[in-house]
T-cell receptor, first 111, second 111 residues
């Protein structure tokens, strides 16, 4: 079992729709969770961080965390073609700053 | 404020040669991280510095890799001698707390 699992996609949504990206992790003691966006050939860009159960909203982005289910998600409302990228789920396992990345989900937003 | 910078952006070397990658973190960030992405795989943690000290080097693949951060500012990652499987993109990230900010990466090709 991978430490952080994501569906590789691609996930295709029409412009204006909600894109839902999901991630599960194996270390039950993990405390810090992140979503990065990576455009092709570019570096990962931090877009959301979440540390406690529930929802965290920032503009069009909402991160959701359920520690009991070891599940993190990212919702993108009013998706735009510029949101087309690979979205990386990342987790800091118990007791450290080391970050474990999922393989990423490719998102395509069709105009 | 300048972001994380890395040099060079690309490096092509032959098997058996030595390569040194450099990372300049965001000013004031005590934490510096090295990651690697091999083609088709997820981003993998290599090591973590706090100032000049190695906090966690559990991800370093073998003793051909040497990371330093003299003076607690910039860091170098030396690969000596390089092997074919070392090819990939090497990312550096820095943080002052938990959230990490990535540099543009160095694409290393070993022929």
């Amino acid at each position: 079992q991978k430490e952080v699992e994501q569906n590789s996609g691609p996930l295709s949504v029409p412009e204006g729709a909600i894109a839902s990206l999901n991630c599960t992790y194996s270390d039950r003691g993990s405390q810090s969770f992140f979503w990065y966006r990576q455009y092709s050939g570019k570096s990962p860009e931090l877009i959301m961080s979440i540390y406690s159960n529930g929802d965290k909203e920032d503009g069009r982005f909402t991160a959701q965390l359920n520690k009991a289910s070891q599940y993190v998600s990212l919702l993108i409302r009013d998706s735009q073609p510029s949101d087309s990228a690979t979205y990386l789920c990342a987790v800091n396992p118990t007791g450290g700053f080391k970050t474990i990345f999922g393989a990423g989900t490719r998102l395509f937003v069709k105009a | 404020e300048a972001g994380v910078t890395q040099f060079p952006s690309h490096s092509v070397i032959e098997k058996g040669q030595t390569v040194t990658l450099r990372c300049d973190p965001i000013s004031g960030h005590d934490n510096l991280y090295w990651y690697r992405r091999v083609m088709g795989k997820e981003i993998k943690f290599l090591l973590h510095f706090v100032k000049e000290s190695k906090q966690d080097e559990s991800g370093m693949p073998n003793n051909r890799f040497l990371a330093e951060r003299t003076g607690g500012t910039y860091s170098t990652l030396k690969v000596q001698p390089a092997e074919l499987e070392d090819s990939g993109v090497y990312f550096c990230a820095s943080s002052d707390r938990v959230e990490q900010f990535f540099g543009p990466g160095t694409r290393l090709t070993v022929l």
